[in-house]
């Protein structure tokens, strides 16, 4: 049996939209020293994570992939809102929330149905699009008010217009992200 490999599908951002979260990770640090903010190299948006999954498996995803970007049209969600999982007063992951992300949502649902069919199990927890920006890594105090006058600034667009393999190696120096296959989406657009 072959090593299983950590691997995630995931909505690129474009150069843009990078470079102003990585600023917006930047203030943060300022005021968070004690969280591992993310870099430039490892944001994206997660759509679906697996911990452990065999060589042969990730053929089968790409060809789920390809199915899902021949029907799913390019489209384009707004990114605001910090926040952080659990809550704010006991913050462990901090992100950045998605405005209007029904369709991230019926992408997501999509991609579960489709991966299920070639044996894939659909993801416990309810699906809550969101950039990640950064662990905290320890116990940290309430930071609602630290993040409240950042709230105002925030308004980035995402396209959301191809799909990407990544393979997550985790390293001594971070986690290392390699495409593995990247899709494009082509269904028709509305108008």
Known sequence: MS???????????PE????????LCRQLAKKLPDVRWNRAETLHLTLK???????ESLEKIGEVMLSVGRFTAPFRVRMKGLGAFPNLTRPRVFWLGIEGDRPLRELHCKLDDDLEEIGIAKDSRPFAPHLTLG??????????AL????????????PVDQLIL?????????????????VRFQGPTTQ
């Open 3 to 13: 090593p299983s490999i950590r691997a995630f599908l995931a909505i690129p951002l």
């Open 16 to 23: 843009q939209t990078r470079a102003k979260s990585l600023e």
């Open 49 to 55: 994570f697996f911990p452990a999954i065999e060589e």
């Open 135 to 144: 662990r905290a890594r320890g116990m940290l105090a309430n930071v609602g």
């Open 147 to 158: 993040l409240t006058p950042l709230q105002p600034g925030l308004d980035l667009e995402l």
């Open 166 to 182: 990544y393979q997550s190696r985790l390293l001594p120096s971070g986690a290392q992200h390699l495409p593995r296959r990247v």
